[in-house]
């Protein structure tokens, strides 16, 4: 069956150091893959699309990579800010055209 | 307002009830999504409408849930008879086509307690 797997730890970062946060899929190729931000009580917000034939995507300090020889995406926030805690939900496209949804990880960045 | 509106935020309720959740998508928005998202898992897709076509109810987890969209607008999820396990917190999304690169719009949910 299809599995999408994110870290599940939370992950604690230094304000102003990079946060990277792993996306691993099985079981099928994603012709793309979303990743989306949640904050607690909130529903998920859209940041940032990759497709199979893209290697990386950047918007502002955010930089999506999509590697689909090892079935994986990394996230990256640069220069991260008390602000960017959140859980970042994973979503790659599934054979059947719909999102399939990582547990997410929650991501706490200390002043 | 301009984004997907959900109704109840919260609903507690007593095992054996049914209950009604609604969803107002964006305008234009012709895809609607319903999904369940219990503490700590990931978003479990429960159903799908796109515009006219015969609903995608593959990820009901049983028949005593179901759902409506009239007039390809505001949509309803019905669960009867509801159990303890029922509780979650009830996620609709809305996008401008479905099985496209479109980003999905989220309400903020329902929050369902069975007590």
């Known amino acids: 069956s299809q599995k999408i797997e994110q870290n599940s730890e939370a992950l604690n970062i230094q304000e102003g150091k990079t946060a990277t946060l792993t996306c691993n899929y099985t079981n099928y190729s994603p012709a793309y893959l979303q990743w989306y931000r949640q904050d607690p009580g909130r529903g998920p917000v859209f940041l940032l699309l990759?497709?199979?034939n893209e290697k990386e995507k950047r918007k502002e300090r955010l930089k999506v990579t999509f590697d689909t020889t090892l079935k994986q995406s990394l996230f990256h926030i640069t220069a991260s800010q008390p602000a960017d805690s959140a859980t970042y939900l994973c979503?790659?496209?599934?054979?059947?055209?719909?999102?399939?949804w990582g547990a997410g990880t929650k991501l706490i960045i200390k002043p | 307002g301009a984004g997907v509106s959900q109704s109840p935020s919260n609903k507690v309720t007593e095992k054996g009830k049914d209950v009604e959740l609604r969803c107002d998508p964006i305008s234009g928005h012709t895809a609607l999504y319903w999904y369940r998202q219990s503490l700590g898992q990931g978003l479990e897709f429960l159903i799908y409408?796109?515009?006219?076509?015969?609903?995608?109810k593959s990820g009901l987890p049983s028949d005593r849930f179901s759902a409506e969209r009239t007039g390809g607008s505001v949509s309803t999820l019905t669960i009867q008879r509801t159990q303890q396990e029922d509780s979650a917190v009830y996620l609709c999304?809305?996008?401008?086509?479905?099985?496209?690169?479109?980003?999905?719009?989220f309400g903020e949910g329902s929050r369902l307690t069975v007590l």
């Open positions: 979503a790659p496209l599934d054979s059947n055209y719909q999102l399939i």
């Open positions: 990759i497709r199979e």
């Open positions: 999304a809305s996008s401008w086509t479905s099985g496209s690169t479109g980003e999905l719009f």
């Open positions: 409408f796109q515009g006219n076509s015969a609903p995608d």
